[in-house]
């Protein structure tokens, strides 16, 4: 958070970071008077917080579940339902979730992270019906494998490899990984870099995409053209 509010004073606008909790609605709730009284109004939301676990469905614990499904989907949920009250009132917003090429389809041993994730992409779908009448649009950006802390670790650098159908031998390297599922991409990546993301944001969030709403923008180096 610390950096992201450093680049945005370095482009000589104002910035802050405020810690809450997306499980906690009345959180999000204070936050969004907040900002809205600091800064006047709230013209964007990308809600973009999200947890994974790789356990396989009948060995998982109910709090494991449950921690995924409350952080991922009811998390964005309140997230709309805490900042949209303020669009409303002013008949303006962009709002943009962030769903997975994982909300696609199923995972292997991450079944509530694809559950979290498609279920994410019904609620924007209902939110852009709902929040239309006020001119205000609702997106999801669908990223593929993003080169985050939930890629760089031997769990789902191993899950990467198998989706090729290649079975690692002990923990891969990242390098390993990358090497592995890069031939199987249609444009030889084994992940993306964040900033390959950022500019389907900025076009959902700009007035160019004014008659956008209730789409899905993948952004994916390919892992698209897989699926139906």
Do not use: C
């Not at 900042?83 to 389809?105: C, D, E, N, T, Y």
């Not at 990223?143 to 802390?149: A, F």
């Amino acid at each position: 958070m610390t950096e992201t509010v450093r680049q945005i004073k370095a482009y000589g606008r104002k910035g802050e970071a405020i810690r809450a909790d997306i499980r906690d609605i009345a959180a999000l709730r204070a936050a969004a008077d907040r900002i809205e009284a600091n800064y006047g109004k709230i013209d964007i939301i990308v809600a973009d917080a999200a947890i994974q676990r790789w356990k396989p469905l009948l060995q998982m614990q109910d709090a494991e579940w449950y921690d995924v499904i409350d952080n991922n989907l009811n998390g964005t949920a309140n997230t709309i339902r805490a900042f949209a009250p303020l669009m409303v009132k002013r008949r303006r917003g962009r709002i943009i979730v962030l769903s997975s090429m994982q909300g696609k389809h199923g995972t292997k041993d991450a079944a509530s992270y694809s559950a979290s994730k498609w279920g994410i992409l019904g609620l924007m779908k209902s939110a852009a019906l709902e929040l239309g009448e006020h001119n205000i649009t609702v997106n999801a950006l669908i990223p593929g494998l993003v080169d985050t802390p939930l890629t760089r670790y031997e769990k789902r650098l191993s899950e990467s490899m198998g989706e090729t159908g290649q079975k690692p031998s002990g923990d891969p390297t990242p390098q390993q990984a990358w090497d592995v599922r890069a031939p199987t991409v249609a444009l030889k990546v084994g992940w993306l870099q964040p900033d390959d993301i950022s500019p389907a944001a900025v076009f959902l969030a700009s007035d160019a995409a004014a008659m956008v709403t209730g789409a899905e923008y993948e952004v994916t180096g390919g892992d698209s053209a897989k699926d139906i």
